[in-house]
């Protein structure tokens, strides 16, 4: 028992002498710039890297004013006093503009522990990202275009000659005008370590283990937003044709979908139909032309008769207003909870998610925002709720990923729809260097849909998923 002990006490020594204590700032002391809003403001400093490790600009980095050519200096505290061997700058945009750093033991006094030496240059993250950095712009939840590459994202890793004990804040100052183009800044960390500190996606190591995401043929490219009919063994998809988006249809046949049919009843719109849930009674569908202040959101419900589909009417939400044409949503399979994408003055920065609860008349409530933990700076779209009502996937561009635009899992916590756990990135086989979005979880068959770019096409693919798995992740 004794040599037991001797050995768990050997082993937690060793953990407490390898253990990097990593912070992240978590309060502003100074800055000498900010843009203000939501988005690139200077509270996009604080808290973990969101725009590592993917890099390239973000919605939810500080944007100083002087940021193409002039000077900046940030102090931020940390939460707790801590021993300092390194600190940690994220510069997400066009790196190596960190000019000197200070440490103080009291938020007042600063002491200078770091200068840029002549002729030195910062290490890139990654010195070119081999990404075609695909995004949504125009019509954004629809269609996803490219944008050009975004170079030389970096860390300035800034290691001390002598640790300093009791560290509680931190100055940086910036010279932008020592490189070209736009600069952003993420996040800021300390570490009692010299140990890089190393940018880290919020996922789950078994997430690795999946099998190898496939291609869904479908005899045809620049079709996207799946959504599988388990009743009728249907899949839809919106197609891109002429500048219009239109609805297809395909049935399964042993392990092939096939049938291509052109859903009519469906493509009632101009332009972006798509089919947003589907069961045996009833279709939400995006794409229908509405009236500004008339309460109606340009989601129509379909009646679902053997695969006739006649319509009910446009959903109708109480003072709906959002600042774009369209929008992406959900349902659940009773109709009483409208999931909803949206942006308005109350977002967290561009597009959250919203839920509005449905009345007696069939209309619909206030939507209420989700709340800061499931929506960030930028923009949350394409949720789909499982049929538990609780567990929640959608697309964002807002937290560490691995690409321009990822898929997560989220839980919801309670009855208030407003709490819901940290979203949760499925990993790098599901999530590419490129645009991963607009999910659909079969559970039936434990797979998930997706669309997914691949040299410059939008793809439907597809990967297997336990449920156990993905529910795991709780």
Avoid at 75 to 96: C, R
Avoid at 161 to 176: I, L, P
Wanted: net charge neutral; proline share 4%; hydrophobic share 35%.
């Amino acid at each position: 028992m004794k040599k037991i002990y001797i050995l768990y006490s050997i082993f937690f020594a060793l953990l407490s002498v390898n253990a990097q204590q990593v912070q992240w700032a978590s309060k502003l002391i100074k800055y000498s710039s900010d843009l203000g809003g939501k988005q690139f403001g200077i509270k996009r400093i604080l808290g973990k890297p969101d725009a590592f490790p993917q890099g390239g600009y973000s919605a939810n980095a500080w944007t100083p004013k002087n940021a193409l050519d002039g000077r900046e200096i940030v102090i931020v505290g940390f939460e707790n006093p801590q021993t300092v061997k390194q600190v940690a700058i994220f510069e997400n945009l066009n790196a190596g503009c960190v000019t000197r750093v200070w440490v103080s033991t009291d938020g007042e006094k600063f002491e200078a522990v770091w200068g840029r030496k002549p002729n030195y240059k910062t290490q890139p993250y990654r010195r070119i990202l081999t990404t075609d950095r695909s995004y949504y712009f125009g019509r954004k939840r629809r269609k996803v275009q490219e944008a050009p590459d975004i170079f030389n994202p970096g860390i300035e890793y800034v290691i001390l000659d002598n640790a300093v004990s009791g560290v509680m804040a931190v100055k940086v100052e910036f010279s932008f005008a020592l490189l070209p183009g736009q600069k952003q800044i993420d996040a800021i960390g300390i570490s009692d370590s010299a140990e890089p500190i190393e940018p880290k996606v919020n996922s789950r190591p078994n997430l690795e283990n999946l099998s190898k995401v496939s291609v869904v043929d479908l005899g045809t490219s620049n079709q996207s937003i799946p959504y599988i009919l388990p009743s009728e063994n249907k899949l839809f998809v919106t197609s891109y044709e002429s500048e219009k988006e239109l609805i297809y249809s395909y049935t399964k046949v042993n392990t092939k979908w096939t049938n291509r049919k052109l859903e009519t009843q469906l493509n009632t719109g101009d332009s972006y139909n798509f089919v947003e849930y589907a069961n045996e009674n009833f279709i939400l569908k995006g794409g229908s032309s509405y009236t500004r202040g008339s309460n109606e959101c340009g989601f129509e419900l379909f009646e679902n008769k053997n695969g006739s589909y006649q319509s009910l009417g446009q959903v109708k939400i109480s003072a709906y207003n959002n600042y774009d044409d369209f929008s992406d949503a959900t349902i659940t399979a009773d109709s009483k909870v409208l999931i909803m994408a949206i942006e308005t003055d109350f977002t967290q920065g561009g597009t959250d998610l919203y839920f509005a609860t449905k009345k007696d008349d069939g209309t619909y409530g206030f939507l209420q925002n989700m709340g800061k933990i499931i929506n960030s700076a930028a923009d949350e779209s394409t949720p789909q709720l499982l049929s538990d009502g609780k567990t929640m996937l959608f697309a964002s561009d807002g937290f560490s990923s691995f690409g321009s635009k990822d898929i997560y899992v989220s839980f919801r916590l309670d009855d208030t729809w407003k709490n819901w756990t940290e979203p949760i990135n499925l990993g790098s086989k599901i999530n590419t260097a490129n645009f991963d979005g607009q999910p659909f979880y079969d559970e039936k068959n434990e797979t998930l849909y997706f669309s997914t770019t691949i040299d410059g096409a939008v793809q439907i693919a597809s990967a297997s998923l336990p449920t156990s798995v993905l529910v795991g992740l709780k």
